[in-house]
């Protein structure tokens, strides 16, 4: 069932999902190289974003509601990065294009000033939902709802596995959730083999 990214909820994230609006930086990175980006969140995955992002486009401006929360060596490293800039108590409160995205308005979260910004893409790295909802009343998911399971991708009920973006796992990566899903097969495989 995999994991859902967290949506912002604000104007022109849907119309423009795909044409600048975008949720994972290794994987679309490439199409902005040379292009203005932000990057929306303030935690490890925002601040790895915009540093990954940095490699490849021309600018990327980080912009969290409130404080950053990343790991302080990355946070460093962020601060070093001539190509980043952060603007912290920014609220994105719309996504702003015409055919493709062109901008942001942004709220100033102790003024409320409003201003407009350009840019050609906005990857939004707040976190993923895990899609477990049927699931949770069965099986041992983590505080963020994630199911956790073991080496095998065994849950704690007998004959079910899981893998993939819905588990534990902390990288949530196509090739990652394959090989993993190799793994519950052959562990599924196993197990009703021994129990037939």
């Known amino acids: 069932t995999g994991s859902t990214p967290r949506r912002l909820g604000v104007p022109g994230e849907r119309e423009f999902a795909g044409k600048g609006v975008a949720y994972c930086a290794i994987c679309d990175g490439p199409l902005f190289k040379d292009k203005d980006v932000f990057v929306a969140g303030g935690g490890n995955s925002a601040v790895e974003a915009a540093l990954d992002l940095a490699k490849l486009a021309r600018s990327v401006t980080l912009g969290h ?6 790991d302080q060596i990355l946070v460093d490293q962020l601060k070093k990065d001539p190509k980043i800039s952060v603007l912290l108590k920014t609220k994105i409160t719309a996504i702003l294009g015409d055919k493709t995205m062109t901008g942001l ?33 069965y099986l041992h998911v983590s505080p963020q709802g994630e199911i956790v399971t073991g080496i095998k991708k065994e849950t704690n009920l007998p004959g079910v596995f899981a893998a993939g973006d819905v588990t534990t796992t902390p990288y949530k990566q196509i090739v990652i959730a394959a090989s993993e899903g190799a793994i ?11 129990h037939r």
């Open 65 to 70: 509601r409130s404080e950053l929360r990343a």
């Open 105 to 137: 308005q942004a709220e100033d979260a102790e003024t409320g000033e409003q201003r407009v910004l350009n840019g050609d893409g906005i990857f939004i790295e707040i976190g993923y939902l895990p899609n477990t909802g049927p699931f949770q009343k």
């Open 184 to 194: 519950a097969a052959l562990a599924a495989n196993d197990y009703i083999q021994q």
